[in-house]
């Protein structure tokens, strides 16, 4: 098992399936046939996997608009507490159809706050996509449209997953399991 920062980190997805998924979800998503769609990913913790999802939507025949919203959930801790905007999209997302991108859809706050925002604002459509399901948490009455992979209920990092700002760079998904 890898060892970063001095923790051993166990590997729950690797680069090698994350990016299979990717090519498959793009295909999925291009089924659904969307017109001029905007993507807005939701930052930190989404920015590389909207990263690579967009290039793999760009492989299945997919041209996108790209849009970033910084939400908060957390504060510093593991906790989910009430979603609030750090920052802003900056186009119009009136009569648009988007796709809402986030890591990991837990209690569902984070994406139930978003699509809801977005509604209000206008948009003609809001899918929402999700790298890691995480279903034992939920506590908002939402699902994704479209999932990379269904996860245990554990805390995840990497892939641009966090812990107390720690291991987004790591290129697989996995959990801290321990002191190496
Ligand atoms: P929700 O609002 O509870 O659905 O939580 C979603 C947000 O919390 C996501 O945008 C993630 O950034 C963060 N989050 C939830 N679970 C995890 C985890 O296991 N690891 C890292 N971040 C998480
Ligand atoms: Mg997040």
């Known amino acids: 098992m890898p060892i970063v920062r001095g923790k051993t980190i166990e590997i729950l997805f690797t680069q090698e399936e994350i990016a299979r998924r990717n090519s498959e979800l793009a295909k999925e998503i291009a089924s659904s046939e969307p ?22 939507m760009h492989g299945a025949g997919i041209s996108p608009e790209v849009e970033f919203i910084s939400i908060s959930s957390y504060g510093a801790g593991t906790e989910a507490g009430k979603p609030t905007i750090l920052r802003d999209v900056e186009t119009d997302v009136k009569d648009r159809n988007l796709y809402i991108i986030d890591d990991i859809l837990e209690s569902g706050g984070t994406l139930a706050f978003t699509k809801n925002l977005m509604e209000t604002r206008g948009a003609k459509s809001v899918s929402l996509i999700a790298m890691l399901d995480k279903p034992t948490k939920r506590k908002a009455d939402i699902n994704a449209d479209f999932v990379g992979f269904e996860c245990p209920d554990k805390f995840m990092v990497g892939y641009g997953m966090d812990v107390g700002h720690a291991f987004r760079e790591l290129p697989y998904i996995g959990e801290v399991v321990g002191d190496a």
């Open 35 to 56: 017109d001029n769609p905007l993507v807005i990913a939701i930052l930190k913790g989404s920015f590389v996997f909207a990263a690579d999802l967009i290039r793999a």
